[in-house]
């Protein structure tokens, strides 16, 4: 079955079959010299990209849209019959959450995580099956050989690894955080904040999850040795203050995350990155928030696939939620209640799906259109595929949908519509980073 999906992959992408270590240019992957090891991991990489690229994304968006309905049909039931008046039951309210959230034992089965992934990053699986490591130290002192229990050396470490934290911390990272492939940062349970230094990036790997943890004030770095995995270490050019960097990587999951004032993007996703989920984060604070694709010309992210759900997009941003080139994007039941110019744009001819989102637009009339077109003129996107379904737009907020309507494909039994955007602050109610407590439901 799955020579079935790479072979039909193939296909559709075969003017994108040049490895990425001739396409891509070292210093834009902040890589300083491309040696032997890091060619084969480009390769590897993009081999694997191709290999989770989803030829029909409408099944994808259509089965999310699905248990969205679950979800809410689910909550609305054990409302009724646990009572109103009742605080202290726990509510999970949208599909994500459902998976684990009221598990009062989550702690003893954090792997239980690892199954509740959905949208196109729902393959991300990060140290399922490996041991769990603890972080016990803070610090962030050798780049080469990091100190054992500081998380810089969890994520280089062989094979699947599930780290957690043995308490609350203030993580300063000296350099980028470069994390290795089947990896799961889970910061439930303590207040983990990575702040104040550099950021996280994931380049050229594929399966890891991030969950649970507080970034901001990220800054750049001037880079310099750091080391990759438990085998490598790379010679670094300076870092872009990136909160998560996602270049040439697969099946990633962004959970639970609060991210707030990075020196360049909160989240950006590059150079033919696949097969990403980013959900329930809250975002506050920021200019460029999210970027997807970060050339015009670069044609390799036409495999980028990303699921952007129950997101809150807060107090003090100003553009790009998210920003997108090239490749096919979900946007499904976010609650968008700030923004200063626009909410989503794009260029070099995205899909942009936009479906039971709450858009409430700025008071200033100059910046009601959630949409925006970057280098194109209106004969040109107007044949982009831009379409809004079941959104709902507040104070003024207008979508400028274009080009022929997106095929919702269905597979049997999934014939289902988006929940409609009144439902958008009740599936973000949650967001961000959680304040579980060790023997209750987080």
């Known amino acids: 079955m799955m020579g079935i999906v790479v072979r039909r992959a193939t296909k559709v992408a075969f003017t994108l079959l040049v490895t990425l270590a001739i396409t891509i240019p070292c210093l834009e992957a902040g890589i300083a010299e491309f040696d032997e090891y890091l060619k084969t991991q480009a390769e590897e990489a993009h081999k694997i990209a191709l290999e989770s690229y989803v030829p029909t ?7 999310l849209n699905y248990h969205v309905h679950l979800s809410l049909e689910n909550s609305t039931r054990r409302e009724l019959r646990q009572g109103k008046v009742n605080r202290k039951k726990c509510v999970s309210t949208n599909p994500i959450d459902n998976c684990w959230r009221c598990n009062k034992h989550w702690a003893s ?12 990053g729902r393959r991300a699986v990060g140290g399922l099956g490996g041991p769990i490591y603890v972080v016990t130290d803070n610090s962030d002192d050798d780049m080469v050989n990091p100190r054992p229990g500081t998380l810089r050396f969890a994520v280089t470490q062989k094979g699947p ?26 910061g439930r349970g303590a207040n983990v904040q990575i702040r104040d230094g550099a950021g996280l990036t994931i380049q050229y790997v594929n ?11 990220i800054v750049p770095k001037e880079g310099g040795m750091i080391k990759d995995s438990y085998n490598h270490i790379s010679l670094r050019t300076r870092s872009d203050g990136d909160a998560i960097s996602i270049f040439g990587a697969s099946n990633i999951w962004i959970d639970h995350i609060s991210l707030s004032n990075s020196a360049d993007g909160l989240v950006d996703v590059i150079q033919g990155s696949t097969a990403i989920t980013i959900s329930n984060c809250h975002m506050t604070k920021h200019n460029d928030v999210m970027l997807f694709g970060a050339s015009d010309t670069y044609g390799g992210d036409k495999i980028m696939q990303v699921t952007v759900a129950f997101n809150h997009f807060g107090q003090g941003l100003v553009q790009r939620m998210p920003r997108c080139r090239w490749g096919f994007f979900h946007v499904l039941n976010n609650d968008y209640t700030h923004w200063i110019m626009y909410a989503i744009g794009g260029s070099a001819g995205p899909t942009i799906l936009s479906q039971g989102n709450r858009f409430i637009a700025p008071n200033n009339d100059a910046a ?13 996107w107007k044949n982009w595929q831009w379409q809004s379904d079941n959104d709902l737009f ?11 309507p997106i095929q919702i494909k269905h597979k049997k039994g999934l ?6 955007g009144i439902h958008a602050s ?10 579980c407590l060790v023997g209750k439901p987080c």
């Open 57 to 63: 994304p409408q099944f994808v968006t259509n089965e």
């Open 109 to 120: 089965d954090r792997y239980q995580l690892a199954k509740c992934g959905k949208g196109f």
């Open 161 to 186: 690894l599930w780290i957690i934290f043995a308490h609350s911390m203030i993580i300063n990272l000296k350099q980028e955080l470069l994390i290795s492939s089947d990896k799961t940062i889970d």
């Open 207 to 217: 399966n890891v999850i991030i969950h649970g943890i507080r970034i901001k004030n």
């Open 368 to 380: 009601k259109e959630v949409t925006h077109r970057i280098n194109a003129e209106p004969e040109v």
């Open 394 to 404: 507040m104070n003024g907020a207008t979508f400028n949908t274009s080009g022929a």
């Open 415 to 420: 014939i289902m519509k988006p929940r409609d």
């Open 426 to 435: 009740r599936l973000t109610r949650y967001s961000g980073a959680l304040n």
